[in-house]
């Protein structure tokens, strides 16, 4: 039965779908908006909306518009991006797969991602006498989304070879992930281990997933690789939606179905692992995400990326207003608020598949 609703062709989507989906994309980013403003307004210090709009506009006084334009807007800022890039990760993944599990958590490439970081975070205070501090880390930071990147290629290349045998299944693949997974988070745990307390705290931290922290350099750090991922999405849908009409299908009308599965495998790791290098391996917004996109605007994987990103972006920012007024001043990370969510989630979704 899903294999049959995920095969419908995009032309059979009904005509009054598409303003729907129009009026939903507009009102996410009417939300993305209200929650763009409370995340300004609110944290450990709440601040006016007369406040804001003075800072925002350079008339406001000097502790205002330090906390609005350096700590509250990058940040925000960071989150949408985080969120659209976890999204799309999630969105590609389940579509290539036809697997409505798949997510760069459960498929290893967050873990392989964060194992890289760590080993960055250590080679840096070793080699280069950094502070073990995640925001001394000057030297790494604009590397960061390269080293996390690299990580998670190897990562996926990993499962993608572990889980061939004369081609590769979902299933298979799955498997593959959650064992990679377990065995790079191991690893990671143990390298932190070795390097002592005095230096994995702030870094035990990141791997939970926080926005703690951030600033723009990080946005800075991150956008290059969203333009780029971006830019190389498109050329890939159209393979995409065929590969949701199962192997065979897609080989029959000419697809090269290992070749295009690798690419969007890369596209997603790029997309997942480069946001993990700023923010830490935040989990399940992706699995959470496509799955809504898909309700929302069925298999045709372009829909999904016009509503998905949106969701994303606002579940991260949501997310991460939440982790910052929940136990003021302290904060919970986000990547805690978003596995509260995820966990059940999961768990919903293995019942009805099993059902």
Same mark, same amino acid.
């Given at each position: 039965?899903?294999?049959?609703?995920?095969?419908?062709?995009?032309?059979?989507?009904?005509?009054?779908?598409?303003?729907? !989906?129009?009026?939903?994309?507009?009102?996410?980013?009417?939300?993305?908006?209200?929650?763009?403003?409370?995340? @300004?307004?609110?944290?450990?210090?709440?601040?006016?909306?007369?406040?804001?709009?003075?800072? !925002?506009?350079?008339?406001?006084?000097?502790?205002?518009?330090? /906390?609005?334009?350096?700590?509250?807007?990058?940040?925000? $800022?960071?989150?949408?991006?985080?969120?659209?890039?976890?999204?799309?990760?999630?969105?590609?993944?389940?579509?290539?797969?036809?697997?409505? @599990?798949?997510?760069?958590? =459960? @498929?290893?490439?967050?873990?392989?991602?964060?194992?890289?970081?760590?080993?960055?975070?250590?080679?840096?205070?070793?080699?280069?006498?950094?502070?073990?501090?995640?925001?001394?880390?000057?030297?790494?930071?604009?590397?960061?989304?390269?080293?996390?990147?690299?990580?998670?290629?190897?990562?996926?290349?990993?499962?993608?070879?572990?889980?061939?045998?004369?081609?590769?299944?979902?299933?298979?693949?799955?498997?593959?992930?959650?064992?990679?997974?377990?065995?790079?988070?191991?690893?990671?745990?143990?390298?932190?281990?070795?390097?002592?307390?005095?230096?994995?705290?702030? =870094?035990?931290?990141? !791997?939970?997933?926080?926005?703690?922290?951030?600033?723009?350099?990080?946005?800075?750090?991150?956008? &290059?690789?969203?333009?780029?991922?971006?830019?190389?999405?498109?050329?890939?849908?159209?393979?995409?939606?065929?590969?949701?009409?199962?192997?065979?299908?897609?080989?029959?009308?000419?697809?090269?179905?290992? !070749?295009?599965?690798?690419?969007?495998?890369?596209?997603?790791?790029?997309?997942?692992?480069?946001?993990?290098?700023?923010?830490?391996?935040?989990?399940?917004?992706?699995?959470?995400?496509?799955?809504?996109?898909?309700? *929302? *605007?069925?298999?045709?994987?372009?829909?999904?990326?016009?509503?998905?990103? $949106?969701?994303?972006?606002?579940?991260?920012?949501?997310?991460?207003?939440?982790?910052?007024?929940?136990?003021?001043?302290?904060?919970? &990370? /986000?990547?805690?608020?978003?596995?509260?969510?995820?966990?059940?989630?999961? /768990?919903?979704?293995?019942?009805?598949?099993?059902?």
């Amino acid at each position: 039965m899903l294999a049959q609703t995920q095969c419908a062709p995009p032309a059979q989507l009904r005509r009054f779908e598409f303003p729907r !989906l129009l009026g939903l994309a507009l009102l996410l980013l009417a939300l993305i908006a209200v929650a763009l403003v409370l995340n @300004l307004l609110y944290g450990a210090v709440t601040l006016t909306p007369l406040q804001v709009w003075r800072a !925002l506009n350079g008339e406001g006084d000097a502790v205002a518009t330090d /906390i609005v334009w350096n700590l509250r807007l990058p940040r925000v $800022l960071l989150g949408l991006l985080v969120g659209v890039h976890f999204a799309i990760a999630g969105s590609v993944l389940q579509a290539v797969m036809r697997n409505p @599990l798949a997510d760069a958590g =459960v @498929l290893g490439i967050n873990a392989g991602a964060s194992l890289a970081a760590v080993l960055a975070f250590v080679m840096a205070e070793r080699v280069w006498g950094d502070s073990g501090s995640y925001s001394a880390l000057s030297i790494s930071l604009d590397w960061l989304p390269l080293i996390s990147s690299g990580g998670g290629i190897l990562a996926a290349a990993a499962v993608y070879r572990l889980g061939w045998s004369r081609g590769v299944t979902p299933v298979r693949l799955v498997l593959s992930g959650i064992a990679v997974a377990s065995v790079l988070n191991a690893l990671a745990t143990g390298v932190l281990a070795g390097w002592g307390s005095m230096n994995t705290e702030t =870094v035990l931290i990141w !791997l939970a997933g926080s926005l703690f922290g951030r600033g723009w350099e990080h946005l800075w750090a991150l956008l &290059p690789w969203t333009l780029l991922a971006l830019s190389l999405l498109p050329l890939l849908l159209a393979g995409a939606n065929l590969l949701q009409l199962g192997d065979d299908v897609a080989s029959s009308l000419g697809l090269r179905v290992e !070749l295009w599965r690798f690419a969007l495998l890369l596209v997603a790791v790029l997309f997942a692992a480069s946001a993990v290098g700023v923010v830490g391996p935040i989990g399940f917004i992706g699995l959470i995400v496509a799955q809504i996109a898909r309700l *929302c *605007c069925g298999p045709d994987l372009r829909l999904q990326l016009v509503l998905g990103p $949106l969701f994303g972006a606002l579940l991260v920012m949501l997310s991460d207003l939440l982790g910052r007024l929940l136990l003021v001043p302290a904060e919970i &990370p /986000i990547g805690v608020i978003t596995s509260l969510l995820g966990v059940p989630f999961f /768990i919903y979704l293995l019942a009805r598949r099993q059902a």
